[in-house]
């Protein structure tokens, strides 16, 4: 797909291959996402979309292939460098993955500490976020005492607390109702809406049909055709 000249990619892979002994998780990916988009990866169960995910924020490593974020090599980065690379994605994860023996306040504080931002600001910014998800008055409550929506709020307050750059987004409305899948839609669209680059893993067709943004097909671990953008 050709983007408009001023749209500089922010994640490049060519030619990525991701290999489970001798599973073909993914094969042979090229493909260009471009600062600001908003992207839909899906497909079948297993085709490859987490995977993907994976291979991004460098949760695994290619098995060939090169992957460029923002101009870094992943199969050259040093060990120094990962937690530089980390910082520019914030990652929610298909269930949740909120530290059930920390409250709210502390499961997004967290992500600050790791940076060694001050306390004061650590306060501030958590509030804030906290507020951003309409969770502000929960931020003493243990995970499990929230609702499955409540909770995946949380995760999204703690992915994009740090400001990050980039955006994962694995299935973020797998296990919710259509009303608290469209609050957690409509945040990453407000988030998106900052400048963030968004990338969502995800079989809700039915969200994608509603939502403005590329829409990438995965099956079994290859890339299918792409319509060009000016396709109806
Ligand atoms: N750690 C692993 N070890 C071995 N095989 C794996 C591993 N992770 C993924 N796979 C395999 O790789 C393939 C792609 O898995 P992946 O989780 O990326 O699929 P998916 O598209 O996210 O599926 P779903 O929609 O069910 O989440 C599957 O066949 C899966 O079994
Ligand atoms: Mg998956």
Do not use: C
Request: net charge positive; aromatic share 4%.
């Amino acid at each position: 797909m050709m983007a408009p000249p001023d749209q500089q990619a922010i994640i490049r892979l060519f030619g990525v291959h991701r290999r489970y002994g001798a599973l073909n998780a993914l094969t042979d990916i090229g493909l260009d996402i471009f600062q600001n988009e908003f992207v839909f990866i899906t497909g079948p169960s297993g085709a490859g979309k987490s995977t993907l995910l994976k291979l991004l924020y460098l949760g695994e490593p290619a098995s060939e292939g090169q992957i460029l974020v923002d101009g870094l090599n992943l199969a050259r980065i040093s060990r120094k460098r990962i937690p530089d690379l980390r910082r520019r994605f914030g990652i929610i994860f298909q269930n949740y993955r909120l530290i059930p023996t920390r409250t709210v306040f502390a499961n997004v504080s967290l992500v600050l500490e790791a940076m060694g931002q001050k306390e004061h600001l650590i306060r501030k910014k958590v509030h804030s976020v906290l507020r951003t998800v309409g969770l502000e008055d929960r931020d003493s409550a243990l995970p499990l005492t929230l609702s499955g929506g409540e909770q995946q709020r949380v995760a999204v307050a703690r992915a994009i607390v740090g400001n990050p750059q980039i955006l994962l987004a694995d299935e973020p409305t797998g296990s919710l109702d259509p009303s608290s899948a469209g609050v957690i839609m409509a945040l990453l669209q407000r988030y998106h809406r900052r400048g963030a680059t968004v990338i969502i893993a995800t079989h809700d067709h039915e969200m994608i049909g509603r939502t403005r943004g590329r829409v990438i097909r995965l099956e079994h671990g290859r890339l299918l055709p792409q319509p060009t953008a000016d396709t109806p």
